[in-house]
């Protein structure tokens, strides 16, 4: 099993040393404009298509080294089931998750709790999103931002499901969009 895990991690790798390398020959010559590329999806292709907020070729690759991190955490834990309060790959919660992440990944300590983690960082419209982003959801009829998950990138985020466990979600699916709360923002100019 471990030999498979570490033949997917380095698929991933390779992957993102790619991406990478073709954002840096595709902007060479915008280095010093303002452009982004976001990847949007129409029916089954996906296309890039400028949007209008803008990134510098730094902020790109750094949007990119997030991304990056988040997959390597993901790899690790992909398919570890649900356990209300689990802190391990016996089973593990959805804000444990998150703290684990942002701890092993990034070196930040955040609060062990959805509740605490709710408040941390500056609120994000949904529009803005960024991948490292928290994203929040009212799964418990009693609590606002009862669930939450990493922003991963094109509607995509990760979390520990109490259905499938660490898994990865489309904040547009059904169940998702309509649980939405909030996204927060943390990481703000982490050096990576």
């Not at 030999?3 to 991690?9: C, E, T, W």
Request: with cysteine.
């Amino acid at each position: 099993m471990r030999k498979y895990q570490y033949i997917f991690i380095s698929m991933l790798q390779v992957i993102f040393t790619i991406a990478i390398a073709v954002f840096c020959s595709g902007y060479s010559n915008y280095y010093h404009s303002k452009r982004t590329m976001n990847a949007v999806s129409n029916s089954t292709n996906w296309f890039l298509q400028a949007s209008q907020n803008q990134f510098t070729f730094e902020e790109m690759i750094s949007h990119l080294q997030i991304k990056s991190k988040i997959l390597n955490q993901y790899a690790k834990w992909k398919g570890v089931r649900y356990r209300l309060g689990g802190i391990s790959k016996e089973g593990i919660d959805c804000s444990a998750f998150v703290q684990k992440t942002f701890r092993d990944q990034f070196s930040l300590k955040l609060p062990r709790s959805t509740i605490n983690q709710k408040n941390l960082g500056s609120k994000i419209y949904r529009t803005h999103l960024l991948p490292g982003d928290l994203v929040l959801f009212n799964v418990n009829s009693r609590l606002t931002g009862s669930h939450i998950g990493i922003y991963l990138g094109n509607d995509l985020f990760v979390h520990a499901s109490t259905s499938s466990g660490v898994m990865i979600s489309n904040l547009n699916d059904g169940y998702w969009k309509a649980c939405y709360y909030e996204a927060r923002r943390i990481l703000k100019n982490i050096a990576l």
